[in-house]
Each structure stands twice: as C-alpha cells, then as structure tokens.
C-alpha cells in the first residue's frame, strides 16, 4: 500500500492524488484542512489491488494547507490493523 505526493504541488484548483494497493482494501481517502476538519471523502470503498488517481478540486476553498489521509483495513478482520499514511499539500490561489 502506498500514498503518493499530490501533483502539482502547491496547485491551483486542481491536482492529482495517486495510491497504489497491493491487495483488495476497503478505502478511505479524506481531505482535511489545517484544523485538521474534515473538508471532503474522496474515497469510501473497497477496491481491489491496483494502482489509482484521482483529480480534486479546491475551487471552492481558501488558499491554504492541507492535508489528505489514506486509511485502508480489511472491515471483515478481527485484528482491526489498518494502513493510515497523511501526506501535505498547498492550494495557493
């Protein structure tokens, strides 16, 4: 499982995330701003193993920090062990 850097960065109103997944995960991907609030989910799903990239647009919000998060687990586990990994990104307007 892997979260990679958003590109561009720092971008304006759009940029991509990528993540790759080397097995069936269910899914979080969920932006934040620098508050650490809850802005938008990007992702709430399961998927199966592959490579992923989407486009987010930030037309809408102020320039800033901000921060995306990946969370995966499999929901059916009994351990509850997940992947969680944050990365940064600068929207400047």
Same mark, same amino acid.
């Given at each position: 499982?892997?979260?990679?850097?958003? =590109?561009?960065? &720092?971008?304006?109103?759009?940029?991509?995330?990528?993540?790759? /997944?080397?097995?069936?995960?269910?899914?979080? /991907?969920?932006?934040?701003?620098?508050?650490?609030?809850?802005?938008?989910?990007?992702?709430?799903?399961? #998927? &199966?193993?592959?490579?992923?990239?989407?486009?987010?647009?930030?037309?809408?919000? &102020?320039?800033?920090? =901000?921060?995306?998060?990946?969370?995966?687990?499999?929901?059916?586990?009994?351990?509850?062990?997940?992947?969680?990994?944050?990365?940064?990104?600068?929207?400047? #307007?």
């Amino acid at each position: 499982i892997q979260l990679f850097q958003n =590109y561009p960065n &720092p971008f304006n109103p759009v940029t991509s995330i990528q993540y790759a /997944l080397g097995s069936r995960q269910f899914v979080q /991907l969920k932006v934040y701003d620098i508050l650490g609030t809850e802005i938008e989910t990007l992702v709430n799903e399961e #998927k &199966p193993a592959g490579n992923y990239e989407l486009n987010w647009n930030a037309t809408n919000l &102020p320039s800033g920090v =901000y921060f995306y998060e990946l969370q995966t687990g499999d929901p059916s586990a009994s351990s509850g062990q997940g992947f969680v990994q944050t990365k940064k990104m600068i929207l400047l #307007k």
